[in-house]
């Protein structure tokens, strides 16, 4: 065993093995945006040091490509669980049946995970599995070129693999782009200077010098070539960061497009009054641990179309930005923490009811993972969705923080956030004279709001129009709205009040948001559970404040205020207005029509080309990460194949001889026969043949002694026939080795390390042995 180990150079090793650290050192500092905290660096750095662990002791050891990418895929199941995914360990260390199914499962699916999910992501979502599976398989690359292969720039090409692999993962804001071009430029430059200065002299040495002089120079003047060659790259590379203007960098992510649309689901204001009318007196969900004035969300909807208040389209950004849900959500959220429980019993649908700015969510339940893997959360509107749909059973926990509500006087001073919201459409022009006959006192925008608030609350009367109760026709559509603020009485419930009140601020140029919602009425308010019904359903309007958010505001009367005359006569002096279309036809005057959400045309075009985005994406990174892999194997390859080819194309006749022994003696040395080196052709072909049994390599050691020494250059006819024995015995060789020994021969590193491979792989000068001494020396 100590007869196989390497020779190690402390000195040369340290250098090398600082590059490797210093060069993927820069992929893992890219990381952070996509992470957005610290957590990452634990499995990045456990994966680089693990990956350079195991290239150092497989090129001390000596071992074979086969036997480095076993010990690498043993360490990546071992270590996985404490590093990548502690959240399916046991303790958080010891692997299980789940961490390991886990990392298998995450060589081909994390990519594609990390990829259609909005950054920030959580390293206890699995996402860690990424940069730990990417920097075990550069190190283990770049660490086994630096200190295998003698050609050290090769080593750069995993490093620069991994970096590119890491800038298409990432987000389209780098991190510190200048730093990570200058760190990495300097680790490479330095690296290699230093390697040239320590390796043998290259250059002519004059008479002159003496050994410690020459030394001393060559020192010299590869620090000074280091450092020029540094600075340059320093002002070269600060000069451009400097001088170029900023701009995104284009990445993966900003073209595969997850493949969710909230638009597929149809708004839920459309049922509103269905709610309340079926379902007012059943327990749709009970909420556990509900915080003092608290509400639960249902959804938030921001975009108005005439006929329906829904969530926007997609190219509104914020608003439809759904994302798998994970554990680092809401993440600018502040206020009081809260842990609330809810457990669903006749809520049905996609729209998941949530506390506050969620945190986290924690299913539960016989279906636990299948509505885990189809949640979706909106940090921006903190609501979610299920895309599995909520049935009677299901159970979540949800790790969540409640905001403080501002005061008036809080937000006295305090502007409204020009938040981009899609443009209302359909709505009358006499709407803007309303709202500034409503707000016309008002000097700040809270004040504005608070009138509009004030108008609809104090002036007007609730109804649901249901059975005993005075007329209300339900839905929110403009003709509907209009006939509200333009009766003499104004009638209706939370989805009429929030719809106008939301219309009526778009009018002052103020960013307005309806949200649906249940929240207890004060005789619930004290009780530790909470049971939703339909009577508790509510919408309100949402506006926001800098400094503040958004800010919640009800407009709706109260539900003791009911009209005493139920005329519903025009006002004496009603504005002008634009006539709207008529409402849709309705069933009933109960039961408010079912309106698909108004977004145009959908480009089916479009969605499937966005899911064949994400299906090339994940496959060419799939496919990047096993070429990245199979790298290796192709350099081996391309190194022996050059290697033989010079052997076999070598200027002088005897060189090509001697090249076609070289290349028998190197193909031994790959299976792990022990040859001496500086030996004769003829010792080298005694080790041969012990080793397989082979007398006729004695034969051509003679053969290429005699023709190599003799009066006159061999012939080509000669030199065909020689390498064409050294194949045949080669291929004998491989014949008695067996499958499995001749593919880790051909993938060896051995002969490129230790073998002949030195001087450019030219015919290795051996002991001078004429054919009459070899004969004696073989008598003796």
Do not use: C
């Not at 040495?205 to 410690?212: C, F, K, R, V």
């Not at 020459?214 to 000069?239: E, K, P, Q, S, Y």
């Not at 479009?606 to 496919?623: E, F, K, P, Q, Y």
């Amino acid at each position: 065993m100590n007869a196989r180990r390497r020779r190690i150079d402390p000195r040369r090793w340290a250098l090398d093995l600082s590059a490797v650290v210093a060069l993927l050192a820069v992929p893992i500092i890219g990381f952070q945006p996509t992470f957005g905290g610290p957590g990452y660096l634990v499995p990045a750095v456990g994966g680089l040091v693990l990956g350079v662990a195991i290239a150092a002791v497989g090129a001390w050891q000596r071992w074979g490509i086969l036997v480095v990418t076993a010990v690498t895929i043993i360490a990546y199941f071992v270590f996985g669980t404490a590093l990548a995914v502690s959240h399916s360990g046991l303790f958080g260390v010891i692997p299980t049946l789940a961490s390991l199914q886990e990392l298998a499962a995450g060589v081909i699916t994390s990519w594609k995970a990390l990829l259609t999910t909005v950054a920030p992501v959580a390293v206890a979502d699995g996402f860690g599995l990424v940069p730990f599976l990417l920097l075990l398989a550069g190190g283990v690359l770049t660490a086994s070129l630096a200190l295998r292969v003698r050609h050290h720039a090769w080593a750069l090409l995993p490093a620069g693999a991994v970096l590119l692999v890491q800038i298409a993962l990432g987000t389209s804001t780098p991190a510190a782009p200048a730093v990570e071009g200058i760190v990495f430029a300097v680790a490479a430059v330095l690296w290699l200077a230093l390697r040239q200065a320590w390796s043998p002299a290259q250059a002519a040495i004059s008479l002159g010098e003496t050994g410690q002089g020459t030394r001393g120079a060559a020192r010299r003047r590869a620090v000074m070539g280091a450092g020029i060659v540094a600075v340059a790259v320093l002002a070269g590379v600060g000069t451009s960061a400097l001088a170029a203007p900023p701009s995104p960098r284009y990445v993966l992510r900003d073209v595969v497009i997850p493949p969710f649309h909230i638009q597929d689901y149809p708004s839920p204001m459309q049922s509103f009054r269905k709610i309340v009318r079926d379902d007012r007196t059943t327990t749709l969900f009970t909420v556990q641990g509900l915080p003092q004035d608290a509400r639960v969300r249902l959804a938030v909807m921001d975009a108005y179309s005439g006929t329906v208040y829904n969530v926007a389209d997609t190219g509104f950004g914020s608003s439809s930005a759904f994302s798998p849900v994970r554990t680092n959500m809401s993440q600018a959220a502040s206020g009081t923490p809260a842990t609330v429980g809810i457990r669903i019993d006749d809520w049905q649908g996609v729209w998941m009811p949530e506390v506050g700015a969620v945190r986290s969510v924690t299913f539960d339940g016989s279906r636990a993972d299948d509505l885990r893997r189809s949640a979706q959360y909106n940090d921006a509107t903190s609501s979610g969705i299920v895309g599995a749909d909520l049935h009677k059973g299901d159970a979540y926990q949800l790790d969540t923080v409640i905001a403080d509500r501002p005061t008036d006087k809080a937000l006295a001073k305090a502007s409204v956030l020009p938040v981009t919201i899609p443009k209302q459409i359909g709505v009358p022009q006499s709407f803007a004279a309303i709202a500034a006959t409503a707000t016309a006192d008002a000097k700040t925008p809270v004040e504005q709001v608070r009138a509009l608030q004030k108008y609809l609350a104090d002036g007007g009367f609730f109804s649901h129009g249901l059975e005993g109760e005075p007329r209300s026709l339900p839905g929110h559509g403009a003709a509907r709205i209009s006939s509200l603020l333009e009766s003499k009485q104004m009638v209706g419930d939370d989805e009429q009040y929030a719809t106008a009140m939301a219309l009526l601020a778009g009018q002052l140029g103020i960013p307005a948001r309806v949200v649906m919602g249940f929240y207890p009425a004060e005789d619930k308010a004290r009780s530790s559970v909470f049971a939703a019904t339909g009577d508790d359903l509510h919408a309100w309007v949402e506006v926001p404040f800098a400094g503040f958010g958004w800010v919640a505001f009800d407009p709706t009367p109260p539900k003791d205020h009911v009209p005493t005359d139920q005329a519903t006569k025009p006002r004496s002096e009603p504005k002008p207005q634009v006539l709207q279309p008529p409402p849709p036809e309705q069933q009933s005057a109960d039961e408010p029509p079912t309106v698909p959400a108004d977004h145009g045309p959908k480009d089916d075009k479009n969605d499937s080309s966005g899911v064949l985005l994400t299906i090339l994406a994940a496959a060419g990174i799939g496919i990047g990460v096993l070429a990245l892999l199979a790298s290796p194997f192709v350099v081996i390859g391309a190194f022996k194949a050059k290697r033989r080819r010079r052997r076999r194309q070598a200027e002088r006749p005897a060189d090509r001889i001697s090249g076609g022994w070289d290349e028998l003696v190197d193909s031994a040395v790959d299976y792990g026969v022990p040859v001496p080196a500086g030996a004769t052709r003829l010792e080298d072909a005694t080790a041969v043949a012990a080793a397989f049994a082979q007398p006729s390599v004695t034969t051509l050691a003679r053969s290429a002694d005699a023709r190599v020494w003799g009066p006159t250059d061999p012939s080509d006819d000669d030199i065909e026939a020689f390498w064409n024995d050294v194949d045949e015995t080669v291929a004998d060789m491989g014949q008695q080795r067996g499958f499995w020994h001749r593919v880790g021969a051909r993938l060896s590193l051995r002969s490129l390390v230790a073998g002949t491979a030195v001087d450019k792989w030219m015919p290795r000068r051996r002991r001078a042995v004429k054919p009459a001494e070899s004969a004696a020396e073989e008598s003796a």
